[in-house]
């Protein structure tokens, strides 16, 4: 497909583990954002990626939150030690330009912490 | 840093009523916005976007939205809703930097 892809859609993880949630981006998109979307909320910014370059990781709550795009494409966020908190859905978009004038925002992956 | 105010969480409308969802900002520097739709268990699409230009925006189906820098407002409006435009809508702004930053979002329920 054209679109960002984010896999699984869905997980449930029991307080205490680790997960990791995988972006793929439209095919030559530079830029790369991970967005978290509580509830009844807007999503919020969680870090940035310029091709394979992690320019910007001031939004994530933790450091149990880690993201990485290791050769400019797929990225992931890889979340350790989940806790109830970080129940929540994970935004992935991706953008073609440099300068940040439009997202393509993939369906998300709905994260469930027990 | 940017911001962005939806003060209405819920709008009711009958089907083919006109609508307007309202959106502020605040921002010390120039700045795009955006206006996203997001249905049901999916993710955000774009609707319309204000970039530099003309300060009236179109988007898809329907949708426009008007930039008025002196009262820092990014409102949307349709002339006639549709059932099919039931859905959370969500005003974003970004600026200096890279990142968007959302409002809260607007839960649209267009009445049959």
């Known amino acids: 497909g054209a679109g960002v892809s984010q896999s699984p859609r869905y997980k449930v993880a029991k307080r205490g583990q680790d997960v990791a949630l995988r972006c793929d981006p439209i095919?030559?998109?530079?830029?790369l954002f991970w967005y978290q979307q509580a509830l009844g909320q807007g999503p919020e910014f969680l870090t940035y990626f310029q091709n394979e370059a992690q320019l910007d990781k001031s939004g994530l709550p933790s450091d149990r939150f880690f993201a990485e795009r290791p050769e400019g494409s797929v990225s992931t966020l890889k979340i350790q030690r989940t806790q109830q908190e970080d129940s929540a859905v994970y935004l992935c978009?991706?953008?073609?330009?440099?300068?940040?004038?439009?997202?393509?925002f993939g369906p998300g992956t709905r994260l469930t912490v027990t | 840093a940017q911001s962005v105010t939806q003060l209405d969480s819920q709008v009711p409308v009958f089907e083919e009523a006109p609508v307007e969802l309202r959106c502020n900002y605040s921002s010390s520097v120039s700045v795009y916005l955006f206006w996203y739709v997001q249905y049901p268990n999916q993710g955000l699409q774009l609707l319309l976007k204000?970039?530099?230009?003309?300060?009236l925006v179109k988007g898809i189906n329907g949708f426009e939205a008007e930039f008025n820098k002196s009262q820092t407002s990014f409102h949307l409006r349709k002339p006639s809703v549709h059932i099919s435009d039931t859905a959370e809508y969500f005003c974003a702004v970004s600026g200096s930097g890279n990142q968007f930053y959302f409002g809260t979002g607007t839960s649209l329920t267009v009445i049959p």
């Open positions: 978009a991706s953008s073609f330009e440099l300068t940040n004038t439009e997202q393509y």
């Open positions: 095919s030559g998109h530079v830029s």
């Open positions: 204000y970039l530099s230009g003309s300060t």
